[in-house]
């Protein structure tokens, strides 16, 4: 069974709406902004600079989005693929 996702006025869901949308009160650089964690983090690479050379460190992070984003897996089922529900998985 699916699993239904708050709709807008408009009648798309919206990350102000959604169970996963959380506001960020750890890192000091999102402080106050609206993160999803619908999916898992996303990794990235910075590279640092060493006596040696550089080095690469690998950080994650979770998307920031807006209030009025509309959810990225939200599906109108009019271009004819499988729909998606929260977190990405098919429905049944």
Known sequence: MSQKLPLE?????SCGTC??????LVD????GQLL????????FAIPMPTREGVSVQILTLWPIVQKSDHCADFDDGLDGEEPL???????D
Do not use: E, F, W, Y
């Not at 000091?28 to 402080?31: E, V």
């Open 9 to 13: 006025m408009d009648g798309l869901p």
């Open 36 to 43: 999803c964690r619908s999916r898992p983090p996303v990794p």
């Open 85 to 91: 529900t929260n977190g990405g998985a098919h429905d």
């Open 19 to 24: 169970n996963h949308s959380q506001i960020s």
């Open 28 to 31: 000091k650089n999102t402080a």
